[in-house]
């Protein structure tokens, strides 16, 4: 057994993403700068059964470099495609860690993240996934600082889906970014540009602004010609809300409702094309509901949660994004410690050279 197919089954084949990336993303060029964010929690979800659990009950240690090297070897498979493709990349791998956080949405609702913490942290009734996991996290983030534009980000206190906003906010970049997810409460990241890349063997499939909601009814299996804004989105995401986030449920209310309602309350002008405010869509709901959509949804829109954050919460994410760079230290470590799990570092490192920078005009005068 390994556990290497766990992280292949997050890994979309290149021939796939040359499929959906030419059939979905015009506006990448070759001047074009990448960001990948991964949501490593897609991958935790699958590490909690039983056979794995005794899988690291064995020699314990040579389990760790197992994970670590799948970790780096995870962001170098989608570095290396758009190294092919000659388009400069930055890799994002992160997580809600650590496992005992006490995250600034429980001042809403005190029970959110509960079960994730439950299920992952000191709690956690698989002992050896728990250390194994934790123990990789700790030295695979060491290991990323030493490797240019690839990090792994622990969320600390903060919603982990808020680290791509809090990432490019700080950079403020014009890069292309994707996210590599199968969580839908981030696709809401439609309404920012992002492609979603949402991995599913050969059934993987690409999720945008176009396409989003015909994604939703699928996943849903619901049957529908009705076509809602795609701002409406944290709206929706509210009343279905999150078990992984303990965000509770609006009873009665599935997707396919909530287009039909949306759509009629706009055919009767009680709402407005192009008014997303979250105090006028809770006017179409029984009374009961709002305080229950209003408290979920502060712990679901993206944009109302990072105005909650202050500079310390955001300093804690962006002071982890480090490039110490010593491409000779990380071969010794391969060498030494990863020889039956090697990493793949010429992968992990050969975005790089692909970096465009601005041309300066030296002789243009200076005020």
Do not use: W
């Not at 001042?107 to 000191?122: D, E, F, M, V």
């Not at 934790?134 to 600390?156: C, P, R």
């Amino acid at each position: 057994m390994t556990i290497d197919p766990l992280f292949n089954m997050h890994k979309i084949r290149f021939t796939k993403l040359d499929e959906l990336i030419s059939n979905n993303c015009s506006d990448i060029t070759n001047k074009s700068n990448i960001n990948v964010f991964i949501n490593f929690e897609t991958i935790l979800s699958t590490l909690t059964k039983g056979d794995i659990e005794k899988y690291f009950r064995m020699t314990r240690n040579n389990k760790v470099f197992e994970f670590i090297s799948n970790i780096l070897n995870l962001a170098s498979h989608y570095r290396l495609y758009f190294s092919k493709n000659k388009l400069f990349s930055k890799i994002f791998i992160y997580i809600g860690y650590p496992f005992d956080s006490v995250f600034k949405n429980k001042s809403i609702n005190p029970n959110y993240r509960c079960t994730y913490n439950h299920k992952y942290g000191a709690g956690m009734t698989n002992f050896s996934t728990h250390d194994v996991v934790s123990e990789s996290i700790d030295q695979s983030k060491t290991i990323f600082e030493y490797i240019d534009n690839v990090y792994l980000i622990a969320s600390g206190i903060v919603e982990p889906a808020l680290i791509p906003t809090i990432v490019n906010d700080d950079q403020d970049n014009k890069a292309i970014n994707f996210l590599v997810t199968k969580d839908p409460y981030e696709y809401q990241y439609v309404n920012k540009g992002y492609y979603i890349l949402r991995p599913k063997s050969d059934k993987s499939y690409l999720v945008s602004k176009n396409n989003v909601i015909d994604i939703m009814k699928q996943e849903n299996n619901i049957v529908s010609d009705i076509m809602v804004d795609t701002e409406y989105l944290p709206f929706i995401l509210s009343l279905l809300g999150d078990k992984k986030r303990n965000i509770e449920k609006v009873r009665g209310i599935g997707f396919g409702r909530l287009i039909k309602l949306i759509q009629l309350n706009l055919d009767m002008n009680i709402l407005s094309p192009n008014v997303f405010n979250i105090n006028l869509l809770s006017d179409v709901l029984k009374p009961e509901i709002r305080d229950i959509l209003l408290k979920n949804y502060y712990c679901t829109d993206v944009d109302t949660q990072m105005k909650l954050l202050n500079f310390r919460d955001k300093h804690i994410i962006l002071d982890q994004l480090k490039d110490k760079f010593d491409n000779d230290g990380l071969k010794k470590m391969n060498e030494m410690y990863f020889r039956e799990n090697p990493i793949n570092l010429i992968e992990l490192t050969s975005g790089d050279k692909y970096l465009k920078k601005e041309k300066v005009d030296i002789f243009k005068v200076r005020s």
